[in-house]
């Protein structure tokens, strides 16, 4: 069984910076794409970020592109978000997911992460 561990959330102002870290439980990054995602109460899980599995290719939601970045590492088994200049907006439990293929569908994700809250104040 895959488990995937999302950390790193927590409590920022405004403009501030926080990096989530996702590992795996065991070799399983190897091959696959992996993304990002967040969810609010009442609302559908949202596409993020998403890697290639090589690392070489990115894409982005609008609504982050130019604030998130997201990375790989193989070696370790993980995977980042490193988000910047936050917005009161981007609240919302984050999840990683591994990509069956390459899509911003929460459907092309067989394993995710169980979670981690992010919370920017104002």
């Known amino acids: 069984q895959v488990q995937l561990v999302g950390s790193g959330g927590g409590l920022v102002q405004a403009g501030g910076s926080l990096k989530l870290s996702c590992a795996a439980s065991?070799?399983?990054?190897?091959?696959?794409?992996m993304g990002w995602f967040r969810q609010t109460p009442g609302k559908e899980r949202e596409f993020v970020a998403r890697i290639s599995w090589t690392g070489s290719l990115t894409i982005y939601a609008d609504s982050v592109k130019g604030r998130f970045t997201i990375s790989r590492d193989d070696t370790k088994n993980a995977v980042y978000l490193q988000m910047n200049s936050l917005k009161p907006e981007d609240t919302a439990t984050y999840y990683c997911?591994?990509?069956?293929?390459?899509?911003?569908?929460?459907?092309?994700?067989?394993?995710w992460g169980q979670g981690t809250q992010v919370t920017v104040s104002s």
């Open positions: 065991r070799r399983t990054f190897s091959g696959s794409p």
């Open positions: 997911a591994r990509g069956q293929r390459w899509s911003s569908s929460v459907a092309a994700y067989d394993y």
